[in-house]
């Protein structure tokens, strides 16, 4: 079984549709992520979490809510579609290094497979 | 100017050249870098780190310039399977707190390795 899973892996809605997409991990981390990609655009970040409590913004937020209901799930909702939120979503779970003194590093992203969303 | 830049190809190589793919960052804080390979309509995966001044995995170099602010990453021998996107990560260090160092992520580099 995928250590990230997603769901929906396709979905296809219409303008002013409420839709949610769901993510869960096995992986064990604090830390998940939800992206979005368009074609020639690359990842870009809607949402991150660090904890259940911890929750911030991304590059792209408008539009777009979530919601940390354990460790293990972290859920994007798209309160009223619109066509140009049609895209491939990920989400994406990390650990983290400390090192004193400087800071924090994000460890590596384990991505779920995606879910490919159509806004008609 | 963007973040993170990479020259998007598609880069078309016969099986067994060797092919470079070089990425620009605009932030001289940035403090990590990665390259993760995406095949189509899959999810991205980690290919290589690249923490100080570059580390080979295989047939796989990867090399990090500070002073001129890119990463490159080195195939040799390329291999059919090669064909991918290759996508250029940077990691900002956050200053203390919680707040985390922040990934950005390049548009993709398109390999495909012909026979």
């Known amino acids: 079984d995928a250590d990230v899973t997603q769901t929906p892996r396709n979905r296809i809605t219409k303008t002013g549709k409420r839709i949610m997409l769901e993510c869960s991990q096995t992986k064990g981390h604090d830390r998940m992520y939800w992206y979005r990609q368009d074609p020639g655009l690359g990842l870009q970040l809607i949402y991150y979490?660090?904890?259940?409590?911890?929750?911030n913004k991304g590059e792209i937020s408008d539009g777009y809510s979530v919601s940390r209901q354990a460790q293990a799930k972290f859920s994007l909702s798209l309160e009223s579609a619109i066509p140009n939120q049609t895209a491939l979503y990920f989400c994406?779970?990390?650990?983290?290094?400390?090192?004193?003194?400087?800071?924090?590093?994000?460890?590596?992203?384990?991505f779920g497979e995606g879910s490919r969303l159509t806004v008609l | 100017r963007k973040e993170v830049e990479q020259d998007p190809g598609p880069f078309n190589v016969p099986e067994g050249a060797t092919v470079a793919f070089n990425c620009t960052y605009s932030?001289?804080?940035?403090?990590?870098f990665f390259w993760y390979r995406q095949d189509c309509r899959k999810e991205p995966k980690l290919l290589m780190s690249v923490y100080s001044s570059g580390n080979e995995d295989g047939r796989f170099t990867a090399q990090l310039n500070r002073a001129s602010q890119y990463i490159s990453l080195l195939i040799r021998d390329s291999k059919l399977s090669d064909s991918a996107t290759y996508l250029c990560?940077?990691?900002?260090?956050?200053?203390?707190?919680?707040?985390?160092?922040?990934?950005?992520f390049g548009q993709g580099t398109i390999l495909t390795v012909h026979p």
């Open positions: 932030n001289s804080a940035s403090q990590s």
């Open positions: 979490s660090f904890d259940v409590k911890d929750i």
């Open positions: 994406a779970t990390s650990d983290f290094s400390v090192f004193p003194g400087t800071g924090y590093r994000t460890g590596e992203l384990f």
């Open positions: 990560v940077v990691n900002m260090l956050s200053a203390g707190g919680t707040s985390y160092g922040k990934l950005t």
